[in-house]
Structures are given as structure tokens and as C-alpha cells.
Nanobody, 120 residues
Framework: QVQLVESGGGLVQAGGSLRLSCAAS????????MGWYRQAPGKQRELIEA???????DYADSVKGRFSISRDNAKNTVWLQMNSLKPEDTAVYYC??????????????WGQGTQVIVSS
């Protein structure tokens, strides 16, 4: 059983910062790509940033220069530092990971989501 547990969401004023954390636990052999997605009301879930096991990253243009992703492979943890937040960043943020659980099996897992609200 593998779990992704997020924390760090909340209410912040425009221009402020938040740091989201996501810790993976369970029967983990190796975590490959870890990422953060978000879903605003009435919109599709979208990829914000992803980080591979070699620390290479991919990110959405909408957060370029404002958000940054990092991970600690030893702790099976990924963070999303969000700066210069805008009201349009308001969404539920989800952690996602491709995890090798042994036996040659790799699965994709989601966290439960954490709400971020940015007030104007």
C-alpha cells in the first residue's frame, strides 16, 4: 500500500507565498517522476510542475518564475514553493508520483489534494 500525503495549503493574500509538501510512504522501491497538479472549479486538472528522479523538471508556463519544485529522494518527499501568488492560482493542488513497488510493477498515485485560496 502506497500513500501520498500533502500538506501546506491554505488561504493567502495575492503576492504571498505558500509551500506545499507531499510525502510518499508504503511499499516503495523507487519513485520516478513526482509532480504537482491543480484543479480549479469548473476546469480540468492541469500539470503545474514535475521533477524526475534525476532532478530534471518540467513546468507550466503559467507558473514559470513563480513556482519551484524540489524533492528529497531519501525522504520520498516533494515540495512546491509558490511565490507571487495570484487569485487565479486558487485551486486544489494534488501530488502525483510514479512509484516502483517491486516485482517490476510501477503505478501512478495521487494524493488527496490540498486547497489553496489566494485572495485579491
Amino acid at each position: 500500500q502506497v500513500q501520498l500525503v500533502e500538506s501546506g495549503g491554505g488561504l493567502v493574500q495575492a503576492g504571498g507565498s505558500l509551500r506545499l509538501s507531499c510525502a510518499a510512504s508504503g511499499s516503495i522501491v523507487r519513485i520516478n517522476t513526482m509532480g504537482w497538479y491543480r484543479q480549479a472549479p469548473g476546469k480540468q486538472r492541469e500539470l503545474i510542475e514535475a521533477i524526475r528522479s534525476d532532478q530534471g523538471t518540467d513546468y507550466a508556463d503559467s507558473v514559470k518564475g513563480r513556482f519551484s519544485i524540489s524533492r528529497d529522494n531519501a525522504k520520498n518527499t516533494v515540495w512546491l514553493q509558490m511565490n507571487s501568488l495570484k487569485p487565479e492560482d486558487t485551486a486544489v493542488y494534488y501530488c502525483n508520483a510514479d512509484i516502483n513497488v517491486g516485482g517490476g510493477f510501477e503505478y501512478n498515485y495521487w494524493g488527496q489534494g490540498t486547497q489553496v485560496i489566494v485572495s485579491s
